[in-house]
């Protein structure tokens, strides 16, 4: 669990919890600020996203929601696309978006201004392809970016340098990344979060957003010797490099 990231939504009085993965840290931190849980939301159904719920759902009796499509156990509410989660002490309305590719019934709750997205959209990354198709994964990507630019990205693990250190490989000579990247190793440095990110700077850095640009295009033709016209199959080859590469 060294990595991964609990997101918690508070107003100073009721709060939201995303992906507990385990439940102890979330007592804690509601006990140190005097938060009263009003939820919990999952994304997909990794036990690092879900270990958590059935202590705090024993503890709390609160509603937790997430995806229909996949077996979790001590949801209440179990969710499609085109639902909202409404949760009334916060006066918070979260569309719900299936975004499948690293699991078949992965959700991403959106907000006016933020994200929740799992392990679908990483900073500078995207998460591994363990039961969608690189179709699915390709268009849940590209439903992401076209949110507006200041849309906070909050993913579930921080992966955010070595993401940066394969997209250096692949567009090296990008200056946005090159910015970024420096940013982000003085944060980790400091025992700082790089999250969360922005749809803009995610634009501007993750080279799986920018499958359709010249400089990507090219690097995967070096990469395998030729680049296929189609984004999806540009998208295929440059998950499987990244799962390959030690970098």
């Excluded at 991964?4 to 107003?11: G, K, P, Q, R």
């Excluded at 959700?107 to 990354?125: I, K, N, P, Q, R």
């Excluded at 692949?170 to 940013?183: C, F, S």
């Amino acid at each position: 669990m060294s990595d991964n990231y609990i997101w918690l939504l508070h107003d100073g009085r009721h709060a939201v919890v995303v992906d507990p993965a385990e439940a102890a840290p979330v007592r804690a931190v509601l006990a140190a600020r005097g938060l009263n849980l009003a939820a919990l939301l999952v994304t997909h159904h990794h036990a690092d996203h879900t270990g958590g719920v059935p202590a705090l759902r024993a503890e709390y009796e609160v509603p937790a929601y997430g995806p229909a499509a996949e077996d979790i156990a001590c949801l209440t509410h179990r969710l499609r696309e085109g639902e909202v989660v409404e949760i009334p002490q916060l006066g918070l309305k979260l569309a719900v978006w299936e975004i499948p590719g690293h699991t078949r019934g992965h959700l991403a709750y959106v907000g006016e201004d933020f994200v929740f997205c799992g392990d679908t959209l990483f900073s500078a990354g995207c998460g591994r392809l363990f039961e969608g198709t690189p179709a699915q994964m390709y268009a849940s990507l590209q439903r992401l970016a076209a949110l507006p630019e200041t849309t906070r990205v909050c993913c579930a693990h921080e992966y955010t340098l070595a993401n940066l250190r394969f997209a250096a490989v692949v567009e090296p000579d990008n200056a946005d990344r090159i910015a970024y990247q420096g940013r982000c190793e003085a944060k980790r440095a400091a025992g700082e979060p790089t999250l969360p990110s922005t749809i803009g700077l995610e634009r501007a850095v993750n080279p799986f957003l920018r499958v359709h640009t010249p400089t990507v295009a090219a690097a995967i033709a070096q990469h395998y010797g030729y680049c296929p016209a189609d984004p999806v199959e540009r998208f295929r080859l440059l998950r499987q490099w990244k799962d390959g590469f030690r970098g």
